[in-house]
């Protein structure tokens, strides 16, 4: 099992950047593919971000591709997102997950992930 802290969320304007990280504990980090969700006031948790479980592959959604930016680093087990020129339409709650890679599996739906953090919120102001 793994359980998953997400951090580094804030209050930024429009323009600027955060970069939110998401602490993994167990020694299985590196196993496993992950994936960053957010979710608004109103909304459903929708994908963002996907990077498999070496780092070499990542997907993103359209409205963050160029902008957002999805790492890990399986030595500190943990995974990050580079978020630059934010926008006050990405102000949500952030969510990371490990991705369940089985038959079937896709990586743009949340029901396809499990072990979800607490969120980071992050707040971009116009």
């Known amino acids: 099992q793994v359980q998953l802290v997400e951090s580094g969320g804030g209050l930024v304007q429009a323009g600027g950047s955060l970069r939110p990280s998401c602490a993994a504990s167990?020694?299985?980090?590196?196993?496993?593919?992950m994936g960053w969700f957010r979710e608004a006031p109103g909304k459903e948790r929708e994908f963002e971000a996907h990077i498999s479980w070496s780092g070499g592959g990542t997907y993103y959604a359209d409205s963050v591709k160029g902008r957002f930016t999805i790492s890990r680093d399986n030595a500190k087990n943990t995974m990050y997102l580079q978020m630059n020129s934010l926008r006050p339409e990405d102000t949500a709650v952030y969510y990371c997950?490990?991705?369940?890679?089985?038959?079937?599996?896709?990586?743009?739906?949340?029901?396809?992930?499990?072990?979800w953090g607490q969120g980071t919120q992050v707040t971009v102001s116009s």
């Open positions: 167990g020694r299985s980090f590196s196993r496993y593919a």
């Open positions: 997950a490990v991705h369940e890679t089985r038959v079937g599996s896709s990586v743009y739906y949340a029901a396809f992930y499990a072990y």
